[in-house]
């Protein structure tokens, strides 16, 4: 079957093409999309960053309609709406345990561009190219997509802002809610206020935190963070951000989003004792970070990493439906829609910072 996609090569913008996709092998489904959220991981691995191969179909995020099951599949039928979230095996000991983001088959399900049996499910003229990205390669009309990564969504919720639940927007809520699981009335700061923090500024309002601290260089950000919730909005090297935190009395939470150095160095020193900072930002260097083991060690810190805010989808995003449903979850004040077409000013739109989360549409 003929389908178009956005093919990435290397140094080259993406192009939406022809592109054939094969016969589903056990487990899979294919999925016609509605829509496709845009993700810095995209970005990362189409810059050639990430340990992906290219020619390569990204996208990851995205949101649509079943219109063809593989073998071995109990749980979904044709005409399922569905969410694609990233992609996990479903029965190693880490999936067991509701910990899909850390699968044993991790690197497998969501970068290596092929199928565990080393076959792609997309060729060009003959020649397979990369795709089962997170899973799915979803900046597509179709992708193929696996049990373990769908959640089953109902007809009336808008596939655009249903889109970024699959990834981004879970990765802060649930960041706040079940790794750092801050106690309301604390206080807690959050560096970098793109799609991830300011998902984590609305959760931490949704757990009633004290004092919600956002900061991130660019001040319309820092005002969006304001409007969902954030009680302090700094700008990054203009408001005084210590200043700030000694008047509170200190933080038990940080949720940095930038993987900066610099950020996290200073971040630590703003924690009260027993704080945690949880890092959830692709760093951009392998440069170390500069933490005080005295500090540390004195102040009984917690220091953590997340992927995916440790969330299993199939138990979170129901969740962020329950609270969208609820009007807890303004996620219309996060997500510009793009056609896929301009796939390429979504991406700029996104590196200039104009844009928070572009949700492509592919009908
Ligand atoms: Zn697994
Ligand atoms: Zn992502």
Known sequence: MEILAAVTRPQAPFTIEPVEIGPLVAGECLVELEACGICHTDLTAASGALPTPQPIVLGH????VIIKVGPEVNDFR????????FGACGHCSPCQQHTPSYCNQAGLMNFAGRRADGSSALQQQGQAIAGHFFSQSSFATHAVARTTNMVKIA?????ALMAPLGCGIMTGMSSVVNV?????????????????????VIAARLQECGEIIAVDHNPQRVQLARDLGATVGIVAEQDDLKATVKAIGGLHA???CTSHPAVIEQAVGLLLAR????????????????????????KGLSI????????????????????????????HKLVTTYPFSDIERAVEDMKSGKTIKPVLLMK
């Open 304 to 331: 953590m990493g997340t992927v995916e805010g440790d969330a299993d989808p199939k138990v979170f995003i129901p969740q962020m439906i329950d609270w969208y449903r609820q009007g807890q979850l303004p996620l």
């Open 254 to 256: 940080v949720f940095d």
């Open 180 to 200: 750092l699981a801050v106690e309301p009335g604390s206080h807690i700061a959050i560096f970098g206020c793109g799609s991830v923090g300011l998902a984590a």
């Open 61 to 64: 995020e995205g949101v649509g």
């Open 275 to 298: 704080g945690k900072l949880l890092c959830a930002g692709l760093p951009s260097s392998k440069a170390p970070l500069p933490i005080d083991p005295l500090a540390l060690v004195f």
């Open 78 to 85: 044709v005409g399922d709406r569905v969410i694609m979230s």
């Open 155 to 159: 007809e009336d919720l808008p596939a």
